[in-house]
């Protein structure tokens, strides 16, 4: 039987898969891209889309709720559940039928099913395709890229499902919740928590760490923590959980703090401890493909151990964001193709946002980080209380920006914000880190006003003793 021959295969068809499989037609390559779900993958259908939809609708609930405060009266808006759902699945359902669009047009072949690979013969890889565990066939290419993804991680001896959910369930649940606990408060955590709470419901957030939204600089955190907690949420931190149970009309979550045991209850709980990537059944046994805690290892080019095998976005490790997982898919592709001059990743440079109420944004290194790699640092903060733009829109009680600079060089190390938007603006730092700009070229470019960039603007003055509005 004639295998098809192509010249390079893309297993997974998310943010990262169906770039790569674009990039590659690009230069004019041919191209097949295996995904045995949904084209757009978790980011597309169950994650970055739908989850702005809904926080979107909180978004305009707490607007119109709060109508009195822009003179317009008090009004008390009707929620209609279910077409607040619809509307979060219909908006995933346009983007997925855009990205199988997407791949007519650039000639991509795609395949419905699961892609593992075989063997390896000749310089080719040879990839069985196997659809709904029945029939099977078979495609070769000597260049494979990975991009399988991730899924949720699941806490040990809990079983989801009825009232106890992740991601998946909450972002459909057939009604809304009186009361929610959220089990961890990194980014997913955080915007289900946010999405709820601007909602109506009672909200509990439990976090092992001794503060919500670890990974951010600390000093953010402990901003975003009281901003939360102003609008009613629950925080635990520093606090395990240790059990689990549905009882049928509630969920009891067993907690240890400080040496004391509890018992807390609500209507539903969300478990959002993190990711698993998908590295299993793959075929990746049979290749010299090396693992790193749970990952696929790969260099700066996205290239694993094995060459010609490539692996990009969640599962070739954190920082597990959809904006990565395409870079890293066009960077591999020019490295398959053999381009010269390549533009390698920096990890540092990828901005990482939480699109929660206030959102939260930030790229590059934290403070405490800065103090550990033994940076002498300059920095800087401005408050949304004296940004013109954030008054006006009524956002002005929960923003911040905070920089730091290298004291020796300029160089901007890292820039961490919270607030209205923050994360439409965070690449205006994004791209100052590219460029390697310094504190002379960010205090001398213009910034418009009114608006809230002003804010990114008097952050930098702050941390050189200039501020004008501080």
């Known amino acids: 039987m004639m295998i098809e021959a192509f010249d390079i295969i893309v297993i997974g068809g998310g943010p990262g898969g169906y770039v790569a499989a674009i990039r590659a037609s690009q230069l004019k390559k041919k191209v097949a891209l295996v995904e045995e779900k949904h084209l757009g993958g978790i980011c597309l259908n169950w994650g970055c889309i739908p989850t702005k939809s809904l926080l979107r609708t909180a978004e305009v609930n707490n607007l119109v ?26 908006i995933s359902k346009k983007l997925s039928s855009g990205i199988s669009y997407l791949m007519t047009k650039n000639n991509i072949k795609v395949y419905d099913g699961r892609g593992v690979i075989n063997s390896k013969k000749d310089s080719n890889f040879v990839l069985d395709i196997n659809y709904d565990g029945n029939n099977t066939e078979q495609i070769k290419s000597p260049k494979v890229i ?8 699941e806490f040990p001896g809990v079983s989801v499902g009825g009232r106890i959910w992740t991601y998946r ?45 670890p990974m951010e600089d600390k000093e953010i955190s402990e901003f975003s923590h009281k901003v ?16 689990v149970k549905d009882n049928g009309t509630k969920v009891s979550v067993s907690i240890e ?26 075929g990746l046994e049979s290749m010299q493909v090396k693992l790193k805690n749970n990952h696929i290892s790969v260099d700066t080019f996205s290239q694993t151990s094995e060459r010609g095998i ?53 790229v590059g290194f934290t403070e405490e980080t800065c103090k550990q790699l033994g940076y002498k640092t300059k920095v800087g903060r ?23 600079f290298d004291l020796e060089t300029g160089e901007l190390l890292g820039a961490h914000m919270v607030g209205h938007e923050v994360a439409e603006q965070i690449q205006g730092f994004v791209i100052a880190k590219n460029l390697e700009a310094t504190e002379d070229d960010i205090i001398n470019t213009v910034f418009p006003h009114p608006t809230l960039s002003e804010m990114m603007h008097e952050s930098v003055l702050d941390a050189f003793d200039r501020p004008i509005h501080k």
Request: hydrophobic content about 40%; aromatic content about 6%.
């Open 65 to 90: 709720s709060n109508a009195s405060k822009f003179g317009l009266g008090n009004v008390k808006p009707n929620l209609n559940w279910d077409s607040i759902i619809k509307r979060s699945r219909d």
């Open 146 to 153: 990975l991009a399988t993804g991730a899924r949720a991680k």
């Open 169 to 213: 369930e909450a972002m459909v649940c057939s009604k809304q919740p009186g009361s929610l606990i959220v089990v961890g408060s990194g980014a997913i955590g955080i915007e289900f928590a946010s999405f709820f709470l601007e909602m109506g419901t009672k909200v509990t957030v439990i976090e092992y760490q001794d503060r919500i939204l």
């Open 228 to 243: 939360f907690a102003n609008k009613g949420m629950n925080i635990i931190t520093g606090s395990k959980v240790s059990g």
């Open 257 to 282: 703090k400080d040496g004391v045991s509890s018992v807390i209850e609500s209507d539903n709980v969300l478990i959002a401890i993190g990711i698993k990537e998908n590295i299993e059944n793959l």
């Open 310 to 362: 490539y692996a990009i976005g969640d599962v070739s490790g954190p920082p597990w964001l959809a904006h990565k997982a395409s870079h890293e898919g066009m960077i591999a592709v020019d490295h398959a193709c053999g381009l010269k001059n390549l533009h390698q990743m920096n990890i540092s440079s990828i901005p990482g946002c939480t699109y929660s109420l206030p959102q939260v944004a930030s």
């Open 382 to 404: 401005f408050s949304s209380v004296g940004n013109g733009k954030a008054l006006s829109l009524g956002e002005a009680d929960h923003g911040m920006v905070k920089v730091i």
